[in-house]
């Protein structure tokens, strides 16, 4: 086979949705960085929705991404998901994503009562070997092209395969 064809992880996002609540936000981004030692970014509001009373520019959220060494913090959160996951956490494009209700169900973190009980979203992104800086680079960008995108089923191989992961029931 083909060694460009191989699917590796491109990279690890956690994410942690606050709503206005200030003082949730600040409580997710000591969460994040006591889970990986790095500090995650805000994400702020683009559009005005005043329903919600959200205007452009307010934090709601916070996330971090880690791109290389991924794989132990992978591991370990699937951990807290007991290692299965469902068919519906892997998308047509090859992503994994699944969320961890309370993250003292992650081996290594303890409960820490400054925080309270919370819960984050993972996503992993995933990739071929060979030919995707043809998406990033900045002079003729191009699109993967079909045979080479990463599938469902692919995803599902390579993470029974890499992590050991067993695929359960439809929620």
Known sequence: MNIMKNVEIEK?????????SQDRLEKGV????????IAPV??????????????????????LT???????????????????LKQNNFDEEG???FGIHEYIDIPGIRYEPEIGMMGLQ?????????GYRTKYRKEKQKTIPARHRVTQ??????????FGIKIGGEE
Do not use: Q, Y
């Open 42 to 63: 805000k994400t702020v509001t683009k559009k005005r929705i005043p329903a919600w009373n959200l205007r452009p520019g307010l934090p709601v959220g916070c996330k």
């Open 122 to 130: 993972v996503c992993i992104s995933l990739k071929r070997r060979g």
């Open 95 to 97: 992503n994994v994503s």
């Open 30 to 37: 000591k969460l994040l960085k006591m889970i990986t030692g």
């Open 66 to 84: 880690i791109r290389k060494n991924s794989k132990p913090l992978i591991t370990t959160l699937l951990k807290a998901k007991g290692n299965v």
């Open 153 to 162: 089923e692919d995803a599902v191989k390579f993470m029974e395969k890499e």
């Open 12 to 20: 690890l996002t956690l994410n942690i949705g606050a709503g206005k």
